[in-house]
Nanobody
Framework: QVQMVESGGGLVQAGSSLTLSCAVT????????MGWFRQAPGKQRELVAA???????NCADSVKGRFTISRDNAKNTVYLQMNSLKPEDTGVYYC?????????????????????WGQGTQVTVSP
């Protein structure tokens, strides 16, 4: 059974850093695409960053220069390094994985293209 276990959320002050991790277990094939999404209170879930199996990545404009997504295919784990956190980064962060026939350089940005989701981890940034 596929499981996605997230960790690393918490309450921090503005300007701090956090690293989120998401391990995918119960699979024999690494996801072809992985991503991080977030949902702020009263808002829709949005893409934060996504990464292809070959390492090509893309981030939302709001986090460029501050957040970095990476993955370890041997461990089926995706990471989100978040620096210079702002109060507007507050929300529930979800990791997602897909096993579609995507090329190693294809970054998948659409929520509907992801097949499995983590339970979410809360990130709260105080002013």
């Amino acid at each position: 059974q596929v499981q996605m276990v997230e960790s690393g959320g918490g309450l921090v002050q503005a300007g701090s850093s956090l690293t989120l991790s998401c391990a995918v277990t119960g699979v024999t094939l690494s996801p072809s695409a992985m991503g991080w999404f977030r949902q702020a209170p009263g808002k829709q879930r949005e893409l934060v960053a996504a990464i292809a199996s070959g390492g090509r990545a893309n981030c939302a404009d709001s986090v460029k220069g501050r957040f970095t997504i990476s993955r370890d295919n041997a461990k089926n784990t995706v990471y989100l390094q978040m620096n210079s956190l702002k109060p507007e980064d507050t929300g529930v962060y979800y990791c997602a994985a897909a096993w579609g026939p995507y090329r190693p350089c294809t970054v998948v940005a659409g929520q509907g293209q992801y097949e499995w989701w983590g339970q979410g981890t809360q990130v709260t940034v105080s002013p």
